[in-house]
């Protein structure tokens, strides 16, 4: 069976999901974010995850990142969201050093059976 790649060209660091489910469990410090923003966001979402838009300003991810040495994991929707993506390149840019994109999203990681966090 062939692997469904997504249609734009993804980040250079990546992360899959047995990986990111191992480094929650182990209470790694780490900040996982959302990227999906309004109507995109439907109120799930992988467990200590917070939501950071992809166009975000360079304050709003400090407040929410804080050190540039933080390791992070960005995530969207699903393989075919651009979204984690956008947020990973523009993380980079402000000089975020340790960012890890989640390509699956979180479609992928309720399909592995994982724990959702939902919120109104």
């Known amino acids: 069976m062939a692997t469904t790649r997504a249609i734009y060209a ?3 660091a990546e992360i899959d999901t047995a990986a ?3 480094l929650i469990r182990s209470g790694v410090a780490m900040v996982v974010l959302d990227a999906r923003a309004g109507e995109y966001f439907d109120g799930r979402r992988i467990p200590t995850a917070r939501n950071l838009a992809p166009d975000c300003s360079a304050s709003d991810a400090k407040d929410v990142i804080g050190s540039k040495n933080a390791l992070v994991v960005t995530y969207c929707s699903n393989l075919h969201c651009p ?3 956008m947020l990973y390149r ?3 840019e402000l000089g975020y050093e340790n960012v890890l994109e989640y390509h699956d ?3 992928g990681w309720a399909a592995a059976g994982l724990p959702v966090e939902t919120s109104a």
Do not use: D, F, N, V
């Open 83 to 85: 979204a984690s993506t």
């Open 20 to 22: 990111l489910a191992m």
């Open 105 to 107: 999203g979180i479609a």
């Open 90 to 92: 523009h993380l980079k």
């Open 10 to 12: 993804p980040a250079e």
